[in-house]
T-cell receptor, first 117, second 112 residues
């Protein structure tokens, strides 16, 4: 059983296009996250949602818009894609996410490798 | 300067060796310290975590935190080829902040 799943696994698209990445977790967790991992493996948080409410919104261009239709799903929509958006995007989830720290272990999905040409 | 610094490697050691991986950080508010392992083309998975200073052991893995030096370590004893992966340290502040701040990761290869 896949705990955190993402679709698609690979996404190749042209500059200027709009694309979405979907994430689903079947762990019953309340909090979900989006991270971006660049070519040097640096993993940086973008957003987190707790029970469909936006909790963390790091300094991310407003071309990126997360959407949480329910607490098991957190999708990421990207408008007007740029070359610098090429990266691996990871979705993660944790049980609560508000008590802080490692008590809320984050479980990561397999990642979506986005390539913008 | 990044909040969390980690030598990206790559690091290659022979099978059976003891591996030492390290991170330094600048934010004294960090209270929880984690090590994630990431295999190629996979998502990170939590290996170990510690709260505040001290040591924690789990099988062949030992995590150490020295908050006075803002320095954390992960030791792997009797390293195996299956330990070959990228190891990322991560840290967070205790309450009301679930944001993890990651190091850049160290790529480790265990040579059979």
């Amino acid at each position: 059983d896949t705990a955190v799943s993402q679709t698609p696994k690979y996404l190749v698209t042209q500059m200027g296009n709009d694309k979405s990445i979907k994430c689903e977790q079947n762990l019953g967790h309340d909090t979900m996250y989006w991270y971006k991992q660049d070519s040097k493996k640096f993993l940086k948080i973008m957003f987190s949602y707790n029970n469909k409410e936006l909790i963390i919104n790091e300094t991310v261009p407003n071309r990126f818009s997360p959407k949480s239709p329910d607490k098991a799903h957190l999708n990421l929509h990207i408008n007007s894609l740029e070359l610098g958006d090429s990266a691996v995007y990871f979705c993660a989830s944790s049980q609560d996410g508000t008590s802080g720290g490692a008590g809320d272990t984050q479980y990561f999905g397999p990642g979506t490798r986005l390539t913008v040409l | 300067q990044k909040e969390v610094e980690q030598d990206p490697g790559p690091l290659s050691v022979p099978e059976g060796a003891i591996v030492s991986l390290n991170c330094t950080y600048s934010n004294s508010a960090f209270q929880y310290f984690m090590w994630y392992r990431q295999y190629s083309r996979k998502g990170p998975e939590l290996l170990m975590y510690t709260y505040s200073s001290g040591n924690k052991e789990d099988g062949r893995f030992t995590a150490q935190v020295d908050k006075s030096s803002k320095y954390i370590s992960l030791f792997i004893r009797d390293s195996q080829p299956s330990d070959s992966a990228t190891y990322l340290c991560a840290m967070s502040v205790v309450f009301g902040n679930e944001k993890l701040t990651f190091g850049t990761g160290t790529r480790l290869t265990i040579i059979p």
